[in-house]
């Protein structure tokens, strides 16, 4: 549990609600309306995932053979090899699951790959990269026999700079989250290994994201917990920010999805009928099975009738419940099913939906069994010989005869390559690319090699680069490629002098620049960082160890100050338009090639291509938004944690063009070392004729991603871009979509809702066409809980960032 931290306390009550908008009122708009019942799974196909009827034939077939203690095996955790596990039933050859996180690595293998974090692979706008990490995570857990990815992540989208978690996912912007999260889902899935989207939903802090035993037990014994934060969040913010991203990956067919630690509106993630049955398999048609958090579950028969279809870990040691009693499912469900609490026919489409994706990703045929070095939860070498799990998953053939299977293949090339795609450089006076420098001085404490040894995930260190951040979505590094080793080896082949200081503490002090470095090289090169990590948020959006002192230091005696920030999401950077600072490239966290990808950039061997996926303010302040709860006030208050989202939309640039307020690097900004154009004029073409105003007709049953009518492309937009630099490079057009007055008070000024990067030779034009669906140009409608295409005219933005815009147009409908 995060400690208060001095910021969050200055956001604690200092948020008003949307200009213009119905006042907030959390008895009003933070309610969860109950949905009951579950909604069956039907086997309807996914837009780019099909088969699911034949594999739900043979879930069926498989779940009818089951006793009702092996279904609910299917639906608990068990002791076992991974992270979580499903345990095997060997009376029917049912070898088991392992799943294993998670989001950017099979997280504690060895002779693993450690790619580039969900941030960085947002950074690169790169549709074709997004989905070939993905393929290639897939390959890696399948090769160690895992057959559950814990990723992609949503949730948190961003909603506050500050949340521990925001690099494991991708962009506070829902558009762009979307997109990566259908390409990853297919790229993951496409090698038969099952992607979990989470977490669900509105999970946007670390602090009090778990429940916390109460200080007073003798005043109020019958209180034993403070329950975890609410999240208190409108139906039109749930819909177009949150659950956004998840209609992709619903719509991509993703197997799983797992339900946050946080409340939603005053009711558990994993007990939350609204948004299980409701919004998830109901709205958003969900075939596959949902699964808790790790230790998300509060409840038995009412998670189970809420949509929760599998709790984890289960029935070992760290699922608290009742004294006495495992796991809130296993023997318990059991029970309410043989007392009648619970209808037999909900377990069995809890089992058919866990056991459909089984069979439509082919898991039933040959897949490797689990290699004893990926790693037990925690961190185990290899397994332990008196895991009395360990005798029934080797005799049910569920683990691998060798150990130690390398499946990182030629994987580390897509990783250099996306480091590199995922870096924004932001300034650029002219400093880069480097050519041949005569001499340089790299400082600072992230340009050196990890410390702490090679699975450090946990706690913030001080030298050390950061190819990752910390908690569950961290790695363990078969090999790590520093700043400084990759730049010594460059300069090296150069004939560059190379002059470093690593450690920070002498940077500051007065002198310590200064006294050291000399003759004044050429370039002076500044690695600093700041730590993000699961489990508590950020106590401020400075960065670490001094790094801003460092930077100003540095600049104070080299006019060619040249600034790398290795860091998992906004900073604060007051120097940025110092003279000295002659560039600033954000690395954010790039994974193993993390040296490599940064010398590319830096030389010039790679043209920046990378965007940001979010907005840099000038100071912290400015993202009030970013509002974190506070300690609790009444110890003895179950229900004292509460974050109210009242900026409801308004995150990110939406909040920032909303209120007209300037910002040093708006969102989808990003410099290359050429230049690029954008044509004036662009065409505007609706798809048909007829008219999309309102809402479309309804489906009469479930279609993953949501009724298809908001797939379907309504417009289209085109536009000229042409390289008008020296050198090749890639551009990033993007389409915004300013809604109709009509859309009501509170929309955006304009939203993303298309984007697509383009490689240019010198003088070469490109034409670019965007698609627009009809869920691009809908709202939802809080009335009639429905999508709908305001009236009214809608602004088309076509630029090279949200606020560099090249190119307008409009249309009516
Ligand atoms: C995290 C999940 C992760 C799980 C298993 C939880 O603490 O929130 O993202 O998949 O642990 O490690």
Same mark, same amino acid.
């Given at each position: 549990?995060?400690?208060?931290?001095?910021?969050?306390?200055? #956001?604690?009550?200092?948020?008003?609600?949307?200009?213009?908008?119905?006042?907030?009122?959390?008895?009003?708009?933070?309610?969860?309306?109950?949905?009951?019942?579950?909604?069956?799974?039907?086997?309807?196909?996914?837009? $780019?995932?099909?088969?699911?009827?034949?594999?739900?034939?043979?879930?069926?077939?498989?779940?009818?053979?089951?006793?009702?203690?092996?279904?609910?095996?299917?639906?608990?955790?068990?002791?076992?090899?991974?992270?979580?596990?499903?345990?095997?039933?060997?009376?029917?050859?049912?070898?088991?699951?392992?799943?294993?996180?998670?989001?950017?690595?099979?997280?504690?293998?060895?002779?693993?790959?450690?790619?580039?974090?969900?941030?960085?692979?947002?950074? *690169?706008?790169?549709?074709?990269?997004?989905?070939?990490?993905?393929?290639?995570?897939?390959?890696?857990?399948?090769?160690? &026999?895992?057959?559950?990815?814990? %990723?992609?992540?949503?949730?948190?989208?961003?909603?506050?700079?500050? @949340?521990?978690?925001?690099?494991?996912?991708?962009?506070?912007?829902?558009?762009?989250?979307?997109?990566?999260?259908?390409?990853?889902?297919?790229?993951?899935?496409? /090698? &038969?290994?099952?992607?979990?989207?989470?977490?669900?939903?509105?999970?946007?802090?670390?602090?009090?994201?778990?429940?916390?035993?109460? #200080?007073?037990?003798?005043?109020?014994?019958?209180?034993?917990?403070?329950?975890?934060?609410?999240?208190?969040?409108?139906?039109? /913010?749930?819909?177009?920010?949150?659950?956004?991203?998840?209609?992709?990956?619903?719509?991509?067919?993703?197997?799983?999805?797992?339900?946050?630690?946080?409340?939603?509106?005053?009711?558990?993630?994993?007990?939350?009928?609204?948004?299980?049955?409701?919004?998830?398999?109901?709205?958003?048609?969900?075939? =596959?099975?949902?699964?808790?958090?790790?230790?998300?579950?509060?409840?038995?028969?009412?998670?189970?009738?809420?949509?929760?279809?599998?709790?984890?870990?289960?029935?070992?040691?760290?699922?608290?419940?009742?004294?006495?009693?495992?796991?809130?499912?296993?023997?318990?469900?059991?029970?309410?099913?043989?007392?009648?609490?619970?209808?037999?026919?909900?377990?069995?489409?809890?089992?058919?939906?866990?056991?459909?994706?089984?069979?439509?990703?082919?898991?039933?045929?040959?897949?490797?069994?689990?290699?004893?070095?990926?790693?037990?939860?925690?961190?185990?070498?290899?397994?332990?010989?008196?895991?009395?799990?360990?005798?029934?998953?080797?005799?049910?053939?569920?683990?691998?005869?060798?150990?130690?299977?390398?499946?990182?293949?030629?994987?580390?090339?897509?990783?250099?390559?996306?480091?590199?795609?995922?870096?924004?450089?932001?300034?650029?006076?002219?400093?880069?690319?480097?050519?041949?420098?005569?001499?340089?001085?790299?400082?600072?404490?992230?340009?050196?090699?990890?410390?702490? &040894?090679?699975?450090?995930?946990?706690?913030?260190?001080?030298?050390?680069?950061?190819?990752?951040?910390?908690? *569950? %979505?961290?790695?363990? #590094?078969?090999?790590?490629?520093?700043?400084?080793?990759?730049?010594?080896?460059?300069?090296?082949?150069?004939?560059?002098?190379?002059?470093?200081?690593?450690?920070?503490?002498?940077?500051?002090?007065?002198?310590?620049?200064?006294?050291?470095?000399?003759?004044?090289?050429?370039?002076?090169?500044?690695?600093?960082?700041?730590?993000?990590?699961?489990?508590?948020?950020?106590?401020?959006?400075?960065?670490?160890?001094?790094?801003?002192?460092?930077?100003?230091?540095?600049?104070? !005696?080299?006019?060619?100050?040249?600034?790398?920030? !290795?860091?998992?999401?906004?900073?604060?950077?007051?120097?940025?338009?110092?003279?000295?600072?002659?560039?600033?490239?954000?690395?954010?966290?790039?994974?193993?090639?993390?040296?490599?990808?940064?010398?590319?950039?830096?030389?010039?061997?790679?043209?920046? +291509?990378?965007?940001?996926?979010?907005?840099?303010?000038?100071?912290?302040?400015?993202?009030?938004?970013?509002?974190?709860?506070?300690?609790?006030?009444?110890?003895?208050?179950?229900?004292?944690?509460?974050?109210?989202?009242?900026?409801?939309?308004?995150?990110?640039?939406?909040?920032?063009?909303?209120?007209?307020?300037?910002?040093?690097?708006?969102? =989808?900004?990003?410099?290359?070392? /050429?230049?690029?154009?954008?044509?004036?004029?662009?065409?505007?073409?609706?798809?048909?004729?007829? +008219?999309? @105003?309102?809402?479309?007709?309804?489906?009469?049953?479930?279609?993953?991603?949501?009724?298809?009518?908001?797939?379907?492309?309504?417009?289209?937009?085109?536009? /000229?871009?042409? !390289?008008? =630099?020296?050198?090749? =490079?890639?551009?990033?057009?993007?389409?915004?979509?300013?809604?109709?007055?009509?859309?009501?008070?509170?929309?955006?000024?304009?939203?993303?809702?298309?984007?697509?990067?383009?490689?240019?030779?010198?003088?070469?034009?490109?034409?670019?066409?965007?698609?627009?669906?009809?869920?691009?140009? $809908?709202?939802?409608?809080?009335? +009639?809980?429905?999508?709908?295409?305001?009236?009214?005219?809608?602004?088309?933005?076509? &630029? #090279?960032?949200?606020?560099?815009?090249?190119?307008?147009?409009?249309?009516?409908?």
């Amino acid at each position: 549990m995060a400690p208060l931290t001095t910021l969050a306390a200055l #956001f604690l009550g200092a948020v008003a609600s949307v200009e213009g908008a119905q006042d907030w009122d959390s008895a009003a708009f933070a309610t969860s309306p109950p949905v009951y019942p579950s909604p069956n799974m039907t086997g309807a196909d996914a837009a $780019s995932l099909s088969g699911w009827a034949a594999a739900l034939e043979k879930a069926e077939a498989f779940v009818a053979n089951l006793t009702l203690e092996e279904k609910v095996s299917l639906l608990t955790g068990a002791p076992g090899p991974c992270v979580g596990n499903i345990a095997p039933i060997p009376r029917v050859g049912f070898k088991g699951l392992c799943l294993q996180d998670g989001p950017l690595a099979i997280r504690q293998a060895t002779y693993a790959s450690v790619f580039p974090a969900g941030l960085s692979t947002a950074a *690169s706008w790169d549709r074709d990269l997004m989905k070939l990490r993905g393929q290639y995570i897939g390959e890696e857990f399948r090769g160690k &026999g895992s057959q559950v990815y814990l %990723g992609p992540v949503a949730g948190p989208l961003g909603r506050s700079a500050l @949340a521990g978690r925001n690099w494991e996912g991708f962009s506070p912007d829902p558009y762009l989250t979307g997109v990566a999260m259908e390409e990853s889902i297919i790229g993951v899935q496409s /090698t &038969g290994v099952q992607a979990v989207a989470k977490h669900w939903i509105a999970y946007e802090q670390e602090t009090q994201r778990n429940p916390e035993d109460t #200080f007073d037990k003798d005043t109020i014994p019958s209180v034993d917990q403070i329950m975890s934060v609410s999240s208190n969040v409108e139906d039109r /913010t749930i819909h177009e920010l949150y659950t956004w991203p998840f209609a992709n990956a619903v719509r991509a067919g993703v197997a799983s999805v797992m339900c946050s630690y946080n409340r939603i509106n005053g009711s558990y993630a994993c007990q939350n009928s609204k948004t299980m049955n409701g919004i998830l398999k109901g709205e958003l048609g969900f075939q =596959g099975y949902t699964m808790s958090d790790w230790m998300g579950t509060h409840g038995g028969v009412a998670s189970v009738e809420a949509g929760l279809d599998q709790t984890m870990p289960g029935a070992w040691n760290w699922e608290p419940t009742l004294p006495g009693v495992p796991s809130w499912f296993g023997g318990n469900l059991t029970k309410a099913v043989e007392n009648g609490t619970v209808a037999e026919s909900r377990v069995d489409d809890m089992a058919k939906r866990v056991m459909t994706p089984f069979y439509l990703l082919g898991q039933d045929e040959g897949f490797p069994g689990v290699d004893a070095s990926s790693g037990a939860y925690p961190m185990n070498n290899q397994f332990e010989p008196e895991s009395d799990w360990l005798e029934s998953w080797t005799a049910a053939g569920a683990i691998n005869t060798e150990s130690n299977v390398d499946v990182r293949s030629n994987h580390s090339k897509l990783i250099r390559e996306l480091g590199a795609a995922g870096m924004v450089l932001i300034k650029n006076n002219g400093a880069l690319p480097l050519s041949k420098p005569k001499d340089i001085a790299v400082v600072g404490n992230a340009a050196g090699d990890v410390q702490n &040894g090679l699975y450090y995930h946990d706690v913030n260190y001080e030298p050390g680069v950061l190819p990752v951040g910390g908690g *569950s %979505g961290s790695a363990r #590094f078969e090999n790590v490629v520093a700043p400084l080793e990759a730049i010594k080896a460059r300069a090296k082949a150069d004939g560059t002098h190379v002059q470093y200081i690593l450690n920070n503490t002498r940077l500051v002090t007065p002198g310590g620049f200064h006294d050291m470095i000399y003759p004044v090289p050429e370039a002076c090169l500044v690695f600093v960082k700041a730590w993000a990590s699961e489990g508590a948020d950020r106590d401020s959006l400075e960065l670490d160890w001094q790094g801003n002192e460092v930077v100003e230091q540095v600049a104070q !005696n080299c006019s060619n100050t040249i600034v790398i920030t !290795n860091s998992g999401g906004q900073n604060v950077i007051p120097w940025h338009s110092h003279p000295n600072v002659t560039a600033i490239l954000l690395a954010h966290f790039p994974g193993e090639e993390f040296g490599n990808s940064v010398v590319d950039v830096l030389y010039g061997d790679v043209n920046p +291509s990378g965007r940001l996926p979010y907005t840099l303010a000038e100071k912290e302040s400015d993202y009030y938004f970013a509002n974190i709860t506070s300690s609790v006030s009444n110890p003895n208050d179950t229900n004292a944690w509460q974050a109210d989202f009242t900026e409801r939309l308004l995150i990110d640039y939406r909040h920032f063009d909303y209120y007209n307020l300037s910002v040093p690097y708006e969102f =989808g900004f990003g410099l290359s070392y /050429t230049n690029f154009s954008l044509s004036p004029s662009i065409t505007v073409k609706p798809v048909s004729n007829s +008219s999309i @105003a309102g809402v479309p007709a309804p489906t009469t049953s479930a279609v993953p991603g949501g009724n298809p009518a908001l797939w379907e492309d309504v417009y289209t937009v085109t536009a /000229t871009v042409k !390289n008008t =630099g020296a050198v090749t =490079g890639k551009a990033v057009p993007q389409l915004y979509i300013q809604l109709p007055a009509s859309a009501g008070e509170g929309t955006p000024v304009k939203q993303l809702r298309g984007f697509t990067k383009i490689e240019l030779t010198p003088g070469e034009e490109k034409t670019v066409t965007f698609t627009l669906a009809r869920r691009d140009l $809908s709202i939802w409608d809080v009335v +009639s809980q429905e999508w709908s295409v305001p009236s009214g005219t809608f602004g088309v933005h076509v &630029g #090279f960032s949200s606020r560099d815009i090249k190119a307008k147009s409009s249309f009516s409908i």
